[in-house]
């Protein structure tokens, strides 16, 4: 016997949730970028590494999906959730350090923001297409 699908929720229910949900997204994906180049421009120790290879290689994985971020791809979203967990880990690990506990919890935070926002945005984007495609 097949499982009985859960039913969609309406267009009504989902519009705003898929507006709200990509705000944050994009404003944690922004701001998380910014944290990232600030606080390797201003405040990072870097014992001598140079400034742009860091910030180089610690915005690829997010230039990666920007596009997508851009043009609200559900599907870049989605991807976005694994790639945002670097960002959290990282994070996690600067908060231990007291001279970097501020910038940690930051990351940390936007990261996490980042990630739920991304995930809900994917799921209720899916949901809005196929209710708007007349799947009951």
Same mark, same amino acid.
């Given at each position: 016997?097949?499982?009985?699908?859960?039913?969609?929720?309406?267009?009504?229910?989902?519009?705003?949730?898929?507006?709200?949900?990509?705000?944050?997204?994009?404003?944690?994906? +922004?701001? @998380?970028?910014? $944290? /990232?180049? !600030?606080?390797?421009?201003?405040? *990072?120790?870097?014992?001598? %590494?140079?400034? #742009?290879?860091?910030?180089? +290689?610690? @915005?690829?994985? $997010? /230039?990666? !999906?920007?596009?997508?971020?851009? *043009?609200?791809?559900?599907? %870049?979203?989605? #991807?976005?959730?694994?790639?945002?967990? @670097?960002?959290?880990?990282?994070? !996690?690990?600067?908060?231990?350090?007291?001279?970097?506990?501020?910038?940690?919890?930051?990351?940390?935070?936007?990261?996490?923001?980042?990630?739920?926002?991304?995930?809900?945005?994917?799921?209720?984007?899916?949901?809005?297409?196929?209710?708007?495609?007349?799947?009951?």
């Amino acid at each position: 016997m097949a499982k009985k699908r859960k039913p969609l929720p309406s267009l009504e229910w989902l519009t705003p949730r898929v507006k709200s949900s990509r705000a944050i997204s994009l404003a944690s994906f +922004i701001g @998380l970028a910014v $944290l /990232l180049v !600030v606080w390797n421009l201003a405040f *990072a120790d870097l014992h001598g %590494a140079r400034t #742009w290879v860091v910030v180089s +290689i610690q @915005l690829i994985p $997010l /230039l990666l !999906v920007a596009p997508g971020m851009i *043009a609200g791809s559900p599907r %870049a979203h989605a #991807w976005l959730c694994f790639i945002v967990n @670097l960002y959290f880990i990282q994070g !996690v690990l600067a908060a231990i350090d007291p001279a970097r506990m501020i910038y940690g919890l930051l990351e940390a935070g936007l990261s996490l923001t980042l990630f739920i926002a991304a995930l809900l945005y994917t799921r209720w984007s899916y949901q809005y297409e196929r209710k708007a495609a007349g799947e009951a």
